[in-house]
């Protein structure tokens, strides 16, 4: 089948376009998926550029945004179905899991990420039977592409932050996946969005998202700007997935006893940080990495509901992943980067 996987860890390069990997072979646990569509995420970097300490088996390949058909009926389901797959595996036998809070699960894992399991940058793929999510009608499979990770992400945080009407929330790199899901989200439910861009050709996209304010970080100090905008107080709540370069920012801005929720590294992995200023303001910080399965199926459902459309920056066929990645590292799309197969 055709396939990108990777031999080793490594920039762009290393993404290697083939015709002629083996077809997956799926256990009775197992089905068969041809896949459709890839979102990419900032996942499918980490993944291909390795993180020191953990080590994945070789040829791998990534991609966990994955939209496909059934190859075989299950359960209600016939052959040639729409189908997500739930990107996480687990044991399946734990308390973390029996409560349906797999991501909690010592043996958590990620298809397509930092795992043993391919993703979805291949004609076929095999996954086990109970990660599949039938899709509605009325979701195309673009739009689905684009919900497993970074909507999933953006959901568990607007959940777990217990955000609502009328709260008022900054969001970093609004033109990103996870910005772009949270910001749709949260307008959706009635919540304030305080986005930042890098640069003003962002300024309509961004807008066009449903964001309330925006601030261009290269022009104003954003939390100088968060003291303007909200009279002196700050926001409620930080969606901070930029980490290393944002944390101190996340802490100036947020009131006093707001949220923030750290939910990537995409500017470093070690912060330093005022600790004073964050218990004198009693922030409450909250780590947040995907969602369960059952998270997934009820934001297919809120997505539906509120006819929600992710915006698309653009999509590549599979002998164009490594471009699919440069843009992405790049920062310059708009909207989600999707592979289709
Ligand atoms: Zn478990």
Redesign the pocket.
Known sequence: MQAVPIYSHGNSDVLKYVDNFPTPVPSSSEILIRVKYCGLNHLDIWTRMGIPGISIMFPHICGSDIVGTLQEDYSTFPEGSRVLIYPGI?????D??KNQN?VL????SIIGGLSNYNGGYAEYLSVPKTNVITIPDEVSDEQAATLSISYLTAWNIIKKLQLKKDDTVLVYGASGGLGMAVIQIAKALGIKIISTISDDSKLEFVYSLGTDYVINRNKKEISLEIERITHGSGVDAVVDNAGQKTLTTSINSVRKNGKIALCGTTTGNVANFNIRSFYSKQIQLYGILIGSKLELSELIEFINEKRILPKIDSVLSLNEVKDAHDRLESGKQLGKILIKI
């Open positions: 687990s044991c399946n036998n734990c973390n899991c797999e699960c010592n043996n958590f």
